[in-house]
């Protein structure tokens, strides 16, 4: 079963949108032009091959607008689509799935592109242990959901936000004064639930890491294929390994090779290109 979120949760998102859309007075062209009654059976269909996601939330667009409205979903969300394919039916007023179509191609279009773009990423690591996991470069407001399409495309999620977990970054360890002074202080304010993971861009820091202790997970940061395999032999398996930076399609099996643990990538969510669906009356 694809991974879903409560409708309690998605639900102001949606009614945030469709207020966007529809305020202040509605959807006067299709008052304009469309009798009362008039009822039509449309089909959101897939105009390219990809990955799917947004598809609770579509449905939950036409609701809003019009709980008479008879929504069937019929490729699920984290399920691959073709071109032509029709992942969704909607039946009932005419007006009213015209009113819910923008928001719910808009999220349905978003959300797949990422699930999609997370898909390709996964599908060059097979026969390794790496799994592709996302960032906080998220669009504000809409983490939630773009995590979640990160899932149904077979990544994984990092941290939801700034209280999940303590990330010390190279800004972090500027400030505080190096390496040691900054896991020191870490291991001393940590709950024993919450997990620490330091960011580093050489291997000496990396050293200093391991020889101070209290890093669960070390974030490899911009280095070189190379580096990243003198990386993981120097760990020998001691802690989590994170490798991010500059990471593309097209380097992703060549990093998962090097026997890091994890590959971290903003791209999955802030450079997704929207997969191209349609609403078909």
Known sequence: MSATLPDFILEPLVRAALTEDLSPMGDVTTRA??????RYTAKLNAREDGVVSGMQIAAMAFRLVDPALKVHTVVSDGSPCKKGETLMQIEGEAASILMGERVAL??????SGIATKTAGFVSKTKGTKCKITCTRKTTPGLRAVEKLAV???GGSNHRYGLSDAILIKDNHIAAAGGVRQVLEAAKAARSHMMRIELEVDTLRQMEEA???GGADVI???NMDTGTLRAAVALNAGRV?????GNMTLERIAEVAATGVD???SGALTHSARTLDLGLDF
């Open 33 to 38: 032009v469309i009798k009362p009654g008039t």
């Open 106 to 111: 808009n999220f349905a279009g978003r959300l």
């Open 151 to 153: 899932q149904h495309g």
């Open 210 to 212: 391991l020889k101070v």
């Open 219 to 221: 974030l490899l940061d």
């Open 240 to 244: 989590v390994l994170e490798a991010s």
């Open 262 to 264: 994890y590959i971290s």
